[in-house]
């Protein structure tokens, strides 16, 4: 069926190392998706987000990436620090307009930020 | 302007009982949609509610409710817990001026079912 999955489990780098996290999504009709950020004990948090006329959007050390070609969508973290540690997930929302279907999320990836 | 706030943010159950949660949204927001989250689905889409309207539903049994004030508060309701229903419940809330606009998550109730 179709879904929002991620490649990785889980992602060790090097505390200053730039990081990127991968997406791969497969509906075509998918126009507005999101990165989020969720620590232990908490709700997903906002980190940035990117409209299907785009390919890239940047953020405060962020960057997001989106190929609509092979429908994939990245994270990239720059300088990586200890609080970036946490479970990322990419969303899709599959429909704008005053029905919005509800958010997809891919099953997230572990970033583990190593001293 | 405070975030989404979840009450209450524990809860235990047993099978069979119904329980009841809340949310408030951002102020302003006017939709609010609920999410379930478990390890082993992740996170998966309840239902969404604009206007006091249930506007759009996931692929969850009727056991799963919800409804919304008309100050946008919403509750959501699970009758005859199962076991499997040991989750945490997420709610998010959006303004919503057509779509496509960020939801912002509250912190979560974590429900488990003895």
């Known amino acids: 069926g179709e879904s929002v999955g991620l490649h990785l489990p889980t992602l060790s780098v090097q505390e200053g190392d730039n990081s990127i996290i991968n997406c791969a999504y497969s509906n075509s009709a998918s126009d507005y998706f999101i990165w989020y950020k969720q620590e232990s004990g908490k709700g997903p948090q906002f980190i940035i987000d990117?409209?299907?006329?785009?390919d890239k959007r940047q953020g405060q050390r962020v960057t997001v990436l989106l190929n609509k070609t092979v429908k994939h969508l990245s994270l990239q973290i720059a300088a990586t620090q200890p609080g970036d540690s946490a479970v990322y997930f990419c969303a899709e929302n599959r429909g704008t307009g005053g029905g919005a279907d509800g958010l997809t999320f891919g099953k997230g990836t572990h970033l583990i930020i190593q001293p | 302007k405070a975030g989404v706030t979840q009450t209450p943010r524990y809860l235990i159950k047993t099978r069979g009982q119904q329980v009841t949660l809340s949310c408030s949204p951002i102020?302003?927001?006017?939709?609010v949609s609920w999410y379930q989250q478990t390890p082993g689905q992740g996170l998966q889409f309840l239902f969404e509610y604009f206007s006091e309207t249930q506007r759009n539903k996931g692929n969850f049994p009727g056991r799963f409710s919800g409804r919304q004030f008309s100050n946008s508060r919403s509750e959501m309701n699970v009758s005859t817990l199962e076991l499997g229903d040991s989750a945490l419940y997420l709610c998010a809330s959006r303004l919503d001026r057509g779509g496509g606009e960020t939801q912002y998550f509250g912190p979560g109730t974590r429900l488990l079912v003895l």
């Open positions: 102020s302003g927001h006017r939709s």
């Open positions: 990117i409209r299907s006329n785009m």
